[in-house]
């Protein structure tokens, strides 16, 4: 409190002390405070007020002060509220680049968008859209060739179609071993339907690495992407209120 409006030491800490010796032995109660009270000319204030106020020599705050210490308490609480609540809100966001897997920029991803495992999963069960599964490597140099086709403007357009979730095998073990039907070789596409099913008719020509698809020509990927969209069952689309059809009043 500000302005001459502060309690004395002795009755902040909850109490009176030895500079109150005639209060000390009875304890008064609040009524018994009025004795203590000098008159007011203008209206009389509580009785406890004004005896603490008169026994300890300080000045009693106006209503308008008293007002505007409120106001100041409210707006210091206030303002630290808010500050708190950005505070959490802050530490509760997600980062930026929480759903961008690891190496999607030099997989084509101003393109095409990759996601991580995860997402990926949940947003398939939410749309209903099939799943391209790519397992890489930063290390691997047929990896490297195999970027380039995912540039093919037809691979590009195909994309849209699917759920593309892109799996760097050294920072996702877990993910490389979970998903590897026929082993853990990279690179290696895999198509899945919304249900997580491998699609197996879909696949490479490489009967030892059937998910290894032509490193170098975007042919085979397009097809394999054009075939894996004619044979899906069609996606649920999200159904509609039915109108309303009682009469009007």
Not at 50 to 57: D, K, P
């Amino acid at each position: 409190m500000e302005d001459g409006a502060t309690l004395p030491s002795t009755v902040a800490a909850g109490g009176l002390s030895s500079e109150t010796p005639e209060l000390l032995p009875n304890r008064p109660r609040f009524r018994d405070l009025r004795l203590y009270a000098p008159a007011c000319p203008r209206k009389r204030a509580p009785a406890f007020r004004l005896a603490f106020a008169a026994r300890c020599g300080e000045k009693i705050p106006q209503f308008s002060e008293l007002l505007a210490m409120l106001n100041r308490a409210r707006s210091q609480f206030l303002a630290a509220l808010c500050l708190s609540a950005g505070l959490v809100a802050a530490a509760m966001a997600p980062p930026a680049d929480a759903h961008t897997p690891a190496m999607a920029d030099v997989w084509n991803g101003a393109e095409i968008a990759w996601t991580d495992v995860g997402s990926g999963i949940r947003e398939s069960t939410r749309t209903g859209k099939p799943v391209i599964m790519v397992f890489h490597a930063s290390w691997c140099s047929s990896c490297k060739r195999y970027r380039q086709v995912w540039k093919d403007p037809g691979v590009v357009a195909a994309s849209k179609s699917f759920v593309m979730i892109l799996v760097d095998v050294d920072q996702e073990p877990d993910a490389n071993g979970a998903f590897s039907p026929d082993g853990t070789y990279v690179p290696r596409t895999i198509f899945y339907d919304s249900e997580g099913n491998v699609r197996t008719e879909i696949r490479g020509k490489d009967p030892e690495y059937p998910h290894t698809i032509d490193l170098d020509d975007p042919a085979e990927l397009r097809s394999l992407m054009n075939k894996a969209i004619a044979t899906a069952p069609p996606q649920e689309q999200p159904s509609s209120p039915a109108p309303d059809r009682r009469a009007a009043n």
